[in-house]
């Protein structure tokens, strides 16, 4: 999870930098997901079988030449900006999605590319201002939908359904990510109010945003971020998990400090999420 939120702001910071959509940002993103120096596949890529009767159902490009090919039509395709006022851009967000995940351009990692792309293009497009919109959770929710309409799209040319289930995975995602906004605003609301009353001479909005900008903290993070001393900062963390506004833990020679109340708000987020660490190998 914590590399693919770095994958995803390395490829927002690159297309910040360029304004558009790369070839060279994707296989970057994959590197960083992956923590490899490789790009494209040079080897078969997956190929997907009928499992009662063994036949070929679906076989990506399979030479190295062939994705660059693919993957540099995709990429004029991406960046075609009559494309995002002619057509909705979420619906050609769900075009690119499917072809490129039809390319399959990486040896592993391509559902978790392909979803950080699906984001990076509502972006590009202008309907996200910052990529937040995690789709990874609906997505894999429904994984054998996905699956079955990828195929179904090839094979039968059912775009509507397609387009509609990528449609629905995009609402389900916004809806959950303003809730999660509203529960983390009111959460730190409470909490400020909580400090300002018992805690009053400890009490500062820095300290406050410091300890709802991760899920936990540590001393270093404190005085990194913050103008203290390490001292001050031990001191303040102490007396913030003696008073139960985080808990503290003990992992070999550091000790963190846990927003548990935040941690809540993420755990219960949707009743079946799943996080892209748990991820069959080849997504």
């Known amino acids: 999870m914590a590399r693919y939120r770095v994958a995803m702001r390395r490829g927002y910071e690159k297309w910040q930098d360029n304004g558009f959509i790369s070839e060279n940002m994707l296989i970057d993103m994959y590197r960083v997901l992956k923590q490899r120096d490789d790009g494209y596949r040079m080897g078969a890529g997956t190929i997907l079988r ?3 009767t063994g036949k070929t159902v679906y076989e990506p490009p399979q030479s190295q030449n062939d994705i660059i090919a693919y993957m540099r039509q995709l990429e004029q395709d991406i960046n075609d900006r009559d494309s995002c006022n002619n057509l909705d851009p979420l619906i050609k ?5 499917h072809k490129f995940e039809s390319i399959h351009p990486f040896s ?3 559902g978790r590319v392909g979803r950080m792309l699906n984001v990076l293009y509502l972006v590009h497009c202008g309907l996200l201002e910052s990529p ?3 789709l990874s959770r609906a997505i894999n929710r429904t994984k054998p939908d996905y699956y079955h309409l990828l195929q179904a799209v090839r094979e039968e040319g059912v775009w509507g359904e397609w387009i509609v289930y990528m449609l629905n995975a995009v609402a389900e995602t916004a809806y959950s990510t303003v809730q999660l906004i509203i529960n983390i605003k009111a959460l730190m609301m409470q909490m400020k109010h909580r400090m300002r009353k018992e805690l009053p001479k400890l009490y500062s909005q820095d300290l406050l945003n410091n300890l709802f900008r991760y899920p936990y903290t540590r001393i270093e ?7 203290y001393t390490r001292q001050t900062a031990r001191k303040y963390l102490e007396i913030l998990s003696d008073s ?3 808990s503290k833990v003990s992992a070999g020679r550091n000790n963190y400090y846990i927003n548990h109340a935040l941690v809540a708000l993420f755990v219960n987020m949707t009743p079946a999420s ?9 997504d």
């Open 93 to 97: 967000m769900a075009l690119i999605h």
């Open 132 to 134: 937040i919109l995690y």
């Open 274 to 282: 799943t996080s892209d660490s748990r991820e069959t190998s080849n």
């Open 244 to 246: 139960g506004f985080v």
């Open 221 to 227: 993070l404190l005085e990194k971020d913050l103008p």
């Open 50 to 52: 009928n499992e009662q």
């Open 108 to 110: 592993d990692g391509n």
